[in-house]
């Protein structure tokens, strides 16, 4: 069984190869092996033999603080398996300061295990700023080869984030990254392959995303494939006027088959949180094993309410299979529609191992599962939910199109530590008064053992519903990995 954890074990940066060196007011020989003799413009790095090649370090000074790049760096060679090329921002003084790309980026190319790295000790210190020009895909860092590992970086004000696809074949992880005000298409993308019987091929972990929206236009925050596992994310918008019209979704399945969405922030979605449309998948209309769980989703702008969670469908035709959805120990508030919904399936719709278990839906619009001829309300299971109207929600629960009363639901409101429709200061952990959602859950340990925040289930005699466990355990791994110094 795949598990999905807060944490994820840094992988070593130490290279076994050559250091290799850049600095835009080195004066040296121009050779790239020293800071002296450092290439002065990233045009001048020598790639392949004789240069920068696998197993490799591309260092890029920072300064003594601060150094900044106009110029974009378009990568000339890859790493293989086990044997990245790295490129790392200065570790030594007087070249550890920040290195920021200011309307420029790094170019990847198709190239495969690449390792770029912003981190110094304590710090993230690479940057990209204003990435005004291209197109609404331009990135600030991209290419189309997979293998990758991008950590540490902080984009601000740019087209896309950090993309890499259609071509992804390699096993990809981003992390520890924070993406503002993004105008264009995507925040991240790791668009792989449709199908893959795999969990954790590619990884988006422990980074915050920004986008900009209208409300009716914005971009999707992440776009993801098969094999996919997003997880202890932020993602959040900031209202203006982007430059797409694309339909703001912050996640994006577009391949639903081993996907796990597990342990992120969702603040204000202004379409829907994860969107799951088998659309994307062409002739295959099979939904296969898709996890989300321990998420927390708010509305915190003004008298807003968000509008959709958690939403599976086909937009332009049917799906004919769902196996192995999973949708449980969520907390979902403010929501003012579709909050867990199923719907536009189309013909005849196999439904196999599905639950929604263990959620609590506080001043939303329930669960809504249409009907369809091929399944009825016994081949889905649905039990254990917290379904509360709150000031401004309902309590309904419909599954196979007809009114549900769960065996051991609730449409009580849960007690929570803070609760204000719409405010930010909210608190959704459970009281200890709490007497709706606490040990009132079903053991889901074959999934996980954690909560949202790291805390060890079951906290006491029993699960509780919702995201958080009631009472936070000893054993509590850290959930913010990303290193932001502004």
């Given at each position: 069984?795949?598990y999905?954890?807060?944490?994820?074990?840094?992988?070593?940066?130490?290279?076994?190869?050559?250091?290799?060196?850049?600095?835009?007011v080195?004066?040296?020989?121009?050779?790239?092996?020293?800071?002296?003799?450092?290439w002065?413009?990233?045009?001048?790095?020598?790639?392949?033999?004789?240069?920068?090649?696998?197993?490799d370090t591309?260092?890029?000074?920072g300064g003594?603080?601060?150094?900044?790049?106009?110029?974009?760096?378009?990568?000339?060679?890859?790493g293989?398996?086990?044997?990245?090329l790295?490129?790392?921002?200065?570790?030594?003084?007087g070249?550890?300061?920040?290195?920021?790309?200011?309307?420029?980026?790094?170019?990847c190319?198709?190239y495969?295990?690449?390792?770029?790295?912003?981190?110094?000790q304590?710090?993230?210190?690479?940057?990209?700023n204003?990435?005004t020009?291209g197109?609404?895909?331009t990135?600030?860092i991209?290419?189309?080869?997979?293998?990758?590992?991008?950590?540490?970086?902080?984009?601000n004000?740019?087209?896309?984030?950090?993309?890499?696809?259609?071509?992804?074949?390699?096993?990809?992880i981003v992390?520890?990254?924070?993406?503002?005000g993004?105008?264009?298409?995507?925040?991240?993308?790791?668009?792989?392959?449709?199908?893959?019987?795999?969990w954790?091929?590619?990884?988006?972990?422990?980074?915050?995303?920004?986008?900009?929206?209208?409300?009716?236009?914005g971009p999707?925050?992440?776009?993801?494939?098969a094999?996919?596992?997003?997880a202890s994310?932020?993602f959040?918008?900031?209202?203006?006027t982007?430059?797409?019209d694309?339909?703001?979704?912050?996640?994006?399945?577009?391949?639903?088959?081993?996907v796990?969405v597990?342990?992120?922030?969702?603040?204000?979605?202004?379409?829907s949180?994860?969107?799951?449309?088998l659309?994307?998948?062409?002739?295959?209309?099979?939904?296969?094993?898709?996890?989300?769980?321990?998420?927390?989703?708010?509305?915190?702008?003004?008298?807003?309410?968000?509008?959709?969670g958690?939403?599976?469908?086909?937009?332009?035709?049917?799906?004919?299979r769902?196996q192995?959805?999973?949708?449980?120990?969520?907390?979902?508030?403010?929501?003012?529609n579709?909050?867990?919904?199923?719907?536009?399936?189309?013909?005849?719709?196999?439904?196999?191992?599905?639950?929604?278990?263990?959620?609590?839906?506080?001043?939303?619009?329930?669960?809504?599962?249409?009907?369809?001829?091929?399944y009825?309300?016994?081949?889905?299971?649905?039990?254990?939910?917290?379904?509360?109207?709150?000031?401004?929600?309902?309590?309904?629960?419909?599954?196979?199109?007809?009114?549900?009363?769960?065996?051991?639901?609730?449409?009580?409101?849960?007690?929570?530590?803070?609760?204000?429709?719409?405010s930010?200061?909210?608190?959704?952990?459970l009281?200890?008064?709490?007497?709706v959602?606490r040990?009132?859950?079903v053991?889901?340990s074959?999934?996980?053992?954690?909560?949202?925040?790291?805390?060890?289930?079951?906290?006491?005699?029993?699960?509780?519903?919702?995201?958080?466990?009631?009472?936070?355990?000893?054993?509590?791994?850290?959930?913010?990995?990303?290193?932001?110094?502004q």
């Amino acid at each position: 069984m795949s598990y999905c954890f807060l944490w994820l074990v840094s992988q070593a940066v130490s290279a076994q190869g050559a250091s290799w060196y850049v600095d835009n007011v080195a004066a040296g020989a121009g050779t790239g092996k020293s800071w002296t003799d450092a290439w002065s413009s990233f045009a001048n790095v020598r790639w392949g033999t004789g240069g920068v090649t696998a197993g490799d370090t591309l260092y890029i000074s920072g300064g003594s603080s601060s150094k900044t790049y106009t110029q974009s760096l378009n990568v000339g060679a890859g790493g293989q398996a086990g044997n990245p090329l790295y490129i790392r921002v200065g570790q030594d003084a007087g070249h550890n300061g920040r290195v920021v790309f200011s309307n420029s980026s790094i170019k990847c190319s198709d190239y495969q295990y690449l390792y770029v790295s912003g981190q110094y000790q304590s710090s993230t210190n690479l940057y990209f700023n204003d990435i005004t020009t291209g197109t609404e895909y331009t990135p600030a860092i991209g290419g189309s080869g997979g293998g990758h590992v991008v950590e540490y970086v902080i984009v601000n004000n740019t087209m896309a984030g950090i993309t890499f696809g259609n071509g992804l074949t390699a096993p990809t992880i981003v992390r520890n990254c924070a993406i503002y005000g993004v105008r264009g298409k995507v925040g991240i993308s790791l668009r792989g392959e449709m199908a893959v019987g795999q969990w954790d091929k590619y990884v988006i972990q422990n980074c915050f995303v920004q986008g900009i929206s209208s409300g009716a236009a914005g971009p999707d925050l992440i776009h993801v494939n098969a094999g996919s596992t997003v997880a202890s994310n932020y993602f959040t918008y900031l209202a203006g006027t982007p430059s797409t019209d694309e339909h703001p979704d912050m996640i994006q399945a577009m391949g639903p088959k081993y996907v796990k969405v597990c342990n992120n922030v969702f603040d204000s979605p202004t379409d829907s949180c994860v969107d799951l449309d088998l659309w994307y998948s062409g002739s295959d209309t099979t939904m296969t094993n898709v996890y989300l769980f321990n998420n927390l989703v708010k509305s915190t702008k003004g008298s807003y309410l968000g509008w959709q969670g958690f939403r599976i469908y086909h937009s332009s035709g049917a799906i004919t299979r769902i196996q192995g959805l999973k949708i449980f120990n969520n907390t979902l508030t403010d929501l003012g529609n579709r909050t867990i919904g199923v719907f536009y399936t189309g013909g005849s719709t196999v439904v196999k191992d599905c639950e929604i278990r263990n959620n609590i839906l506080a001043n939303t619009t329930g669960i809504s599962i249409e009907a369809n001829t091929g399944y009825k309300a016994s081949d889905w299971n649905v039990d254990y939910n917290v379904i509360a109207a709150g000031p401004s929600g309902n309590s309904t629960c419909v599954v196979a199109g007809a009114p549900y009363v769960q065996a051991h639901g609730s449409t009580a409101m849960p007690v929570f530590n803070s609760y204000t429709q719409n405010s930010p200061g909210n608190d959704l952990r459970l009281s200890q008064s709490d007497s709706v959602a606490r040990a009132a859950g079903v053991d889901l340990s074959a999934y996980t053992q954690t909560d949202i925040s790291g805390s060890i289930r079951p906290s006491g005699s029993a699960w509780d519903i919702g995201a958080y466990t009631g009472s936070p355990s000893a054993l509590r791994p850290p959930t913010r990995l990303m290193i932001v110094n502004q």
